[in-house]
């Protein structure tokens, strides 16, 4: 389904929007490949909701451009008509019905009447509103108008869907029902933009996620990739001495942490799992023996968490991730050469 | 278009206070047209001797004379206030034979739509409630969605409004030709019609009220999404004419020719204008011999058009520029 070669169908380069003298959105370059599900995290005011309403062409850039299909979004661009998006707190005619709502907004589209009259109950249905069809959207509730505007999405089956917090206000059936047709949008081909609070979702759902703070993404790739990138080593010793020895040849990527229950002492090395079989290596050599080498991985939250706290209580994180700002990287004591035959891992995933 | 032009009707004709404006208008022209009639028709009280001999009495004209100059004059002074009456009677009568011609068709047509302000208003208020509302329900977002190009939308929905202005005429037009049909159905008092109406100019004057209502509609445009706001153009409107009155009020303190003429190129004075030199070619009664606006320069009427088309012109540029880079925050 996805399909790592073929043109991205968004892509943003240096996308910025000012409003007023703040910075909605700083710089973002993003490429969402056609196909699956791509998430779009951050905090509260990350500039998530003003980047898609830069790229549904409602807001004008201050720097920067963003495609969608190829083609330049702007405001009014026709490209605009070919996406299907749920923009946060939907809104329709009050006083018009559900059902008459989809057909106002369907005939705009374009969509023949003929298709339309089917078409309509059959959304209705797969979002849960055939009850109310024919009730006026000015007495839905939040989640009733989430539901409606889902039906909008789905209505003439568009090949991009953009979707801001579509599970808000909706309660834990409409959730899954929301995240069925999310994965069912997918599955049909459809690339689904989805910008969202929710973490269990993205677990789920995404196939890629980028990680927006201040207006910047400070991580994008694949939630597993992200996962992996943020494992630590968990190195524990039968003595403290051995700790100490340990971390004094591990560097900074060394740091104490808690043994645990079967005593001792005990190292968290900020390095991926991958590296597991080139520490127990170094450690070997300096004859230093673990008792236990295990990879501890991170949740999606605690990374999401790291990522977009603020700077000063995650600067470490933060330089290493912010592609506007590369760090310098500190010298690898664990650097394998080139032709170094892979050493077994000691430990297992935990 | 026509996609957006069929969504723009299901979606209106749903809307009840469209409706009930519409009703209105047409309840109020109705109301004013047999009003109208009913004044029209009505004669003067017949001269009655005994009231008017009490009004003399009563009037003081009498004090100061003797009883024998008071039997003397008083014969004298009652046979000329009947006089005075019979003729005013006979004028009003002739008056009669003319004004009441305009409730008969095709006059009744003009006598409905020519004058009345409350289509005007009407739709004015039509299309700040039309396009305002986008922004008081934050539909601008689907709806530009939907529409993909901008000014596609703004078309789209002025061409929504010109219809509706159209309709609005045609149902008053109709219901004058109902309301003359009825008069006579009921054996109302309606002289033969001797006047008849000027196709040409008639038609002109049809054309110039929707060419108007249409400026004005394209003005509440404009200031709607410039503010984003269906109630504040309706006051920005009244501020906005009362400067006029301002403006043109300026000359009576520096007199002269160029400035006392700027007010022939405000809207309402270019509108007024056209609007009282065709209906006065028009033949309709009630129409012919209205007060033209002063006119220190001598414009030709297809200026005066042109000065209205441009106000238009202009409003519309404003609406464009405006729906095509406006950011959509809603």
């Given amino acids: 389904m996805l399909d790592g070669a073929a043109p991205p169908v968004i892509e943003t380069r240096g996308l910025r929007k000012r409003f007023a003298g703040v910075e909605a959105v700083a710089g973002i370059d993003l490429a969402v490949p056609p196909g699956g599900v791509y998430g779009f995290l951050g905090p509260n005011g990350a500039g998530k909701t003003t980047t898609i309403r830069l790229l549904l062409g409602l807001l004008r850039p201050s720097g920067g451009v963003s495609r969608v299909f190829g083609e330049v979004v702007e405001p009014g661009a026709p490209v605009l008509s070919r996406i299907g998006a749920l923009i946060e707190r939907p809104a329709f005619y009050p006083y018009l019905s559900a059902l008459e709502n989809l057909a106002v907004f369907g005939t705009a589209r374009g969509i023949p009447a003929d298709v339309l009259t089917g078409r309509t109950r059959e959304v209705l249905d797969q979002v849960g509103l055939a009850a109310v069809a024919r009730r006026k959207a000015g007495g839905f509730s939040t989640g009733m108008l989430q539901r409606l505007a889902l039906a909008l999405v789905l209505l003439d089956r568009p090949r991009l869907v953009i979707l801001d917090e579509p599970t808000n206000g909706l309660d834990p059936n409409g959730v899954v029902d929301v995240r069925r047709l999310i994965a069912g949008m997918a599955a049909s081909g459809a690339t689904v933009f989805l910008s969202t609070h929710v973490l269990p979702e993205v677990e789920q759902l995404c196939n890629r996620v980028a990680i927006l703070r201040d207006g910047v993404v400070v991580a994008e790739g694949a939630p597993g990739s992200l996962l992996r990138e943020n494992d630590h080593l968990f190195v524990r010793f039968d003595t403290p001495s051995e700790a100490r020895a340990a971390r004094a040849l591990l560097g900074v990527a060394a740091t104490e942490t808690a043994a645990g229950p079967n005593g001792g002492a005990a190292l968290l090395v900020d390095m991926p799992a991958s590296r597991a079989s080139s520490v127990n290596r170094t450690l070997a050599e300096a004859s230093l023996h673990p008792a236990e080498l295990t990879i501890r991985r991170q949740s999606l939250e605690a990374i999401f968490r790291e990522l977009t706290a603020e700077p000063e209580a995650s600067a470490t994180a933060d330089d290493r991730r912010t592609p506007t700002a590369p760090p310098a990287a500190p010298p690898d004591p664990l650097a394998i050469p080139p032709d170094a035959p892979p050493a077994p891992a000691a430990g297992s995933p935990t | 278009m026509m996609a957006l032009l069929r969504a723009d009707w299901l979606r209106l004709r749903r809307r009840r206070d469209l409706w009930v404006i519409f009703v209105l208008v047409l309840l109020i022209g109705g109301i004013g047209f047999i009003a109208g009639y009913r004044t029209d028709v009505q004669d003067p009280p017949p001269f009655d001797r005994a009231q008017a001999e009490q009004d003399l009495e009563q009037s003081g004209y009498f004090e100061g004379m003797s009883q024998e100059e008071i039997d003397a004059a008083r014969p004298q002074l009652l046979a000329d206030q009947q006089a005075q009456a019979e003729a005013d009677l006979a004028a009003r009568n002739d008056e009669q034979l003319i004004s ?124 709607t999404v410039l503010l984003r706001s269906g109630a504040l153009p309706l006051l920005i409107v009244v501020l906005g004419l009362l400067l006029e009155t301002f403006i043109a009020a300026l000359p009576v303190f520096w007199p002269g020719k160029l400035l006392s003429g700027v007010p022939q190129f405000f809207l309402t004075n270019a509108g007024r204008t056209l609007l009282a030199r065709i209906g006065n070619a028009t033949g309709a009664i009630g129409m012919t011999g209205q007060e033209v606006p002063p006119a220190p320069i001598d414009l030709a009427l297809p200026f005066v058009v042109a000065i209205v088309v441009a106000w238009g012109l202009l409003f519309l540029v404003i609406a464009d520029r405006r729906i095509r880079t406006m950011d959509v925050t809603e």
């Fill in chain 2, 100 to 223: 009441l011609q305009k409730y008969e068709f095709p006059q009744s047509i003009l006598a409905m739509i020519g004058l009345g302000i409350a289509p005007i208003v009407a739709l004015v208020l039509i299309a700040t409630l039309v396009i305002g509302d986008e922004f008081r329900f934050g539909t601008v977002r689907t709806s530009l969605l939907a529409a993909g190009n901008r000014r596609r939308f703004l078309v789209s929905r002025l061409i929504s409004l010109v219809a509706m202005t159209v309709g609005l005429y045609v149902a008053l037009a109709l219901l004058a030709v109902v309301l003359s049909f009825v008069l006579v159905v009921i054996g109302a008092e309606l002289p033969p019609a001797t006047m008849p109406l000027h196709p040409g100019p008639a038609l002109a004057l049809v054309g110039t009220e929707i060419l108007s209502a249409t400026v004005l509609i394209a003005l509440a445009a404009a200031l």
